[in-house]
């Protein structure tokens, strides 16, 4: 089968949590692009999808709902995506408000600590670079410090404060890989894990596979050709499904990558949507990777 590279996205940020387009504005864009499908995985929700589902009705564009979440270990620092998520799901809601909630507490407590190191901010200064139903963090810290003058760019706000290392740094509170696999799949999606080479996490693919893990963001922007080619390989091995997406955050500071700019297959959503239609089935049956 032709492989039709780039036509595909599935991770994508809007406004409901940290990125800088609204969903429909990310819905336009795709169009313009004329990218086939999108997956809509803002952080700890799903609240951007009846907006942007809106936005696609009529057009041809396929938004697969979708959420990112935070998982940490001892051994990393995990961001597992849910494609295919059922929004409406109960107890995966309920989660995603807890943690919603912990995180607002925990961008307070940084505050204080920033506060105490002499570089004060009102909560107005950053609830201003999060916008709706944003879910606050540490890169809307950064922003305000940047337009504070109390560092020179966000990379520096990092580095020197609220980077893992740094003095004003408050760990979030976490969910285990095992947890968030669960949560995912008992809501009826696809657990993936995301950039596993940019996050430096691919030697623990094996355990997350024999937690439940289903798939691997194998094409994501900073994944040299070579990560590409060991994910595919560790892929096939694990039988894992396979995709990719450009973790696009809109425009302005500290945007990242262009939408679409990962070159995803298509077929690529193809195995993702048997594999979620398998999951809905009472029995699960075993999935296969692609051959690419
Ligand atoms: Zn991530
Ligand atoms: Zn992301």
Sequence with gaps: MQLRQGRVDLHIHTTASDGSLTPAEVV???LEQGLAAIALTDHDTVAGLPEAWAAARGTGLEVVPGVEISSDWPVGDFHILGLYVDPWDGPLGDRLASMRVARLHRARKMLDRLAALGMPLEWEEIARFCQRDCAIGRFHIALAMVHRGYVSDISEAFQRYIGRNGPAY???LRMTPAEVIGLIRRAGGVAVLAHPAASGVVEQIPTLASMGLQG??????????EDVRALLRLAR???L???GGSDFHGFGLGAGAPLGSAGVPLQALRQLQRAAELAGQPEEKSVFVMAV
């Excluded at 691997?216 to 050709?225: A, G, T």
């Design 241 to 243: 499904l396979v995709t």
């Design 170 to 172: 408050v760990p979030r």
């Design 237 to 239: 091995q694990y039988h």
């Design 216 to 225: 691997i963001e194998v094409w994501y922007p900073d994944h040299s050709p």
């Design 28 to 30: 336009r864009l795709a």
